[in-house]
Structures are given as structure tokens and as C-alpha cells.
């Protein structure tokens, strides 16, 4: 076992068994030490991600040592208990991209109509293959659309966009987690950053095509759907984030078709 994996289970272990643990994984319900950097954290982001403020995943607390859920999945968990979202989901149509365990879970305690897990690169079989730029869906037949931090590895978002308001029953709903920089005025890609190193740089992570900025919800709201953004403390102020390992700067990315 290469060394790097030995420290880093070493370290996962000292997190999930050391006494004193305050963090609680609200996937799991266990308490831990703490949640895992990703990455080696925020001193290993490149460092225009450093720069330009990136909401996304707070590197330094991602990881859950019992679980291995990440802070993206806790907190959309939160969001959608907070806002009763689980609830309305019983007899509805549920379209779900890059499915998430937990999340998983939820949905089908809730009682869906039709739940429907997709991904473009499907790696378990009950989830199926769906491109987001062509999906096998009637016009206005969905309830709620999840694709949490999945718009940032579509190359043409807007057909994408348009899709999703296309599938949506009028008041159907969207959520749509998405890394963005609050100091990048306008979102931005370009065709000569077409490689792993390239991206990383400039986007991130290897597999992003492009750095939405402060412009992102006008963005994601071009085709028709209504942006109903939420800050983590209008939601969820009695959730303290450093112990639920979230990220207080991370918005829950409501959009309803009108
Ligand atoms: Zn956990």
C-alpha cells in the first residue's frame, strides 16, 4: 500500500475514533474529529481558484471519515429538508444526475411516482445513461430536477438549460448546485483550454469547461426558469456549519418553471 494511502487512512481513522468529536455527519448521524480536506485542502488549490474566491466545496472540510460523504452532499441534504422538498417529492416525478446515497435514500422514503437516476457516464446498473443535452423525457412530465455540481462539466449549458425547462411541469423545480467565483464578473471558458492541466488552472478540476462568475444566476434563469436562491443562513441559520461541515458561503440553487 503506497505510503500517501496509509497517512491518509491514518488520518481518516484519527478523525472518525479520537475523543472530543463535536462534527456531526448529518448523512451518517455519527459524530466525528473532524471532515477531510480534499486534496490536501485549500493550500493545494490552484491558486487563481485561491484568487477568485470559488463557492463551491469548502476544501479544507469535505470529506465525512465515516462515511465519505462530501460537504456538497451534507449540505444538499439540509436544504432539501429545510425547504420540505423531501415531502412534496411523494407521487412526484423525480430526474436525478449524478445520484448521491444519501440523497438516494431520501427520495425513495418519500414515496416518488417515477424516480429516475442518470448520468451521462453511469458507473452503477441501477443508474441510467442520460445526456442532459438530449433527455428521454416528455415535455412538462417532471416534478424536480437535482443535479447537484453537474452544469460545470456540460460543454453547452444553455441547450442543457433549455432541457431542463423543457421536461419541467410548470412549478416544477430545479435544483442546481454549482461552483461559481463571487469575484468573476461574467462566467468565461475558452475553446484553448482543452487540457487536464489547462482546466485544473484554469476551471478548478480537470473535468470543468468553464468558471461561472458573479453572473451565474442570470445565467441559469436565460431560459425561462425562475431563480428562487436561498443563502445558507435565511435556510439554515440553526445549523452551525463548522460543526455540520458546510459551507456557509454555498447557496441553495432553486429554479422553478413558471
Ligand atoms: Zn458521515
Same mark, same amino acid.
Given at each position: ?28 448521524? !455519527?459524530? *466525528?474529529?473532524? @471532515?477531510? /480536506?480534499? %486534496?490536501?485542502?485549500? &493550500? ?6 485561491? $484568487? ?39 407521487? !412526484?416525478? *423525480?430526474?436525478? @444526475?449524478? /445520484?448521491? %446515497?444519501?440523497?438516494? &435514500? ?6 416518488? $411516482? ?145
Amino acid at each position: 500500500m503506497k505510503k500517501n494511502k496509509l497517512s491518509r487512512l491514518a488520518h481518516a481513522a484519527a478523525a472518525r475514533w479520537l475523543p472530543g468529536r463535536r462534527k456531526l455527519c448529518v448523512v451518517c448521524d !455519527q459524530h *466525528v474529529g473532524w @471532515f477531510l /480536506p480534499h %486534496r490536501g485542502g485549500w &493550500r493545494n488549490a490552484p491558486p487563481l481558484m485561491r $484568487a477568485l474566491n470559488i463557492v463551491g466545496s469548502d476544501l479544507d472540510h469535505v470529506e465525512c471519515p465515516a462515511c465519505g460523504a462530501s460537504d456538497r452532499e451534507r449540505h444538499l441534504l439540509l436544504y432539501m429538508e429545510e425547504t420540505g422538498i423531501f415531502r412534496a417529492i411523494n407521487g !412526484q416525478t *423525480v430526474v436525478h @444526475f449524478a /445520484p448521491e %446515497r444519501a440523497i438516494v &435514500r431520501c427520495i425513495f422514503k418519500s414515496g416518488p $411516482a417515477r424516480y429516475v437516476r442518470c448520468d451521462l457516464f453511469p458507473s452503477h446498473p441501477d443508474v441510467e445513461r442520460v445526456d442532459m443535452l438530449a433527455m428521454p423525457f416528455a415535455d412538462a412530465s417532471v416534478d424536480l430536477i437535482i443535479a447537484n455540481h453537474v452544469l460545470e462539466h456540460v460543454a453547452d449549458d444553455s441547450h442543457a438549460l433549455n432541457e431542463i425547462h423543457r421536461i419541467l411541469k410548470p412549478g416544477g423545480r430545479a435544483i442546481l448546485q454549482t461552483p461559481f467565483s463571487t469575484k468573476l464578473s461574467a462566467t468565461w471558458s475558452d475553446v484553448g483550454i482543452s487540457d487536464d492541466e489547462a482546466r485544473l488552472q484554469a476551471y478548478g478540476q480537470e473535468d470543468h469547461v468553464r468558471l461561472y462568475g458573479s453572473d451565474i444566476f442570470m445565467r441559469l434563469s436565460s431560459c425561462g426558469l425562475q431563480p428562487c436562491i436561498k443563502q445558507h443562513d435565511e435556510l439554515l441559520a440553526q445549523f452551525d456549519p463548522v460543526k455540520y461541515g458546510v459551507n456557509k458561503a454555498e447557496p441553495f440553487f432553486l429554479f422553478i418553471r413558471p
